[in-house]
C-alpha cells in the first residue's frame, strides 16, 4: 500500500490541524493503520492507531488530545489534533501494517511523513 499524509503546517500553542492519509490499494480496509511522529533527537513514538475493526490506541501523551479515524470508502486516514503544545512538533508519519501497536515495527509501509510545527 502506498499512503500519502498532508495537512500539516505551522500554528500556534492551542490550535488544531487535521492531517489526511491518502491510501492506495484493493485491501486498505484490512490494514490496521497509525500515525507515528518523530521530532529531532528523538525517537519515533506512535500517536495513534486504527485496526481495521476500528479499535483505537494512542499514546500516553495524547491524553484525549488527538483523535484518528479512517474511511473505508475513500481509503483516508485521518488525525484530529486539538490543543497542540509545542512539544507536539514533530514530523508525522501515516502507516500501515497488520496490527495496531505502538511498536513502528509492525507496520511495513510508511508515507513522507508531514511536518507539525507549533510555536509558543
Known amino acids: 500500500v502506498q499512503l500519502q499524509a498532508s495537512g500539516g503546517g505551522s500554528v500556534q500553542t492551542g490550535s488544531s490541524l487535521r492531517l489526511s492519509c491518502a491510501a492506495s490499494?484493493?485491501?486498505?480496509?484490512?490494514?490496521?493503520m497509525g500515525w507515528f511522529r518523530q521530532a529531532p533527537g528523538k525517537e519515533r513514538e506512535l500517536v495513534a492507531a486504527i485496526s481495521s475493526g476500528e479499535r483505537t490506541l494512542y499514546g500516553d501523551f495524547v491524553k484525549g488530545r488527538f483523535t484518528i479515524s479512517r474511511d473505508n470508502v475513500k481509503k483516508m486516514v485521518y488525525l484530529q489534533l486539538n490543543s497542540l503544545k509545542p512539544e507536539d512538533t514533530a514530523v508525522y508519519y501515516c502507516?500501515?501494517?497488520?496490527?495496531?501497536?505502538?511498536?513502528?515495527?509492525?507496520?511495513?509501509?510508511w508515507g513522507q511523513g508531514t511536518l507539525v510545527t507549533v510555536s509558543s
Open positions: 502507516t500501515a501494517g497488520w496490527r495496531a501497536t505502538m511498536n513502528p515495527t509492525d507496520f511495513g509501509s
Open positions: 490499494g484493493r485491501t486498505f480496509s484490512t490494514y490496521a
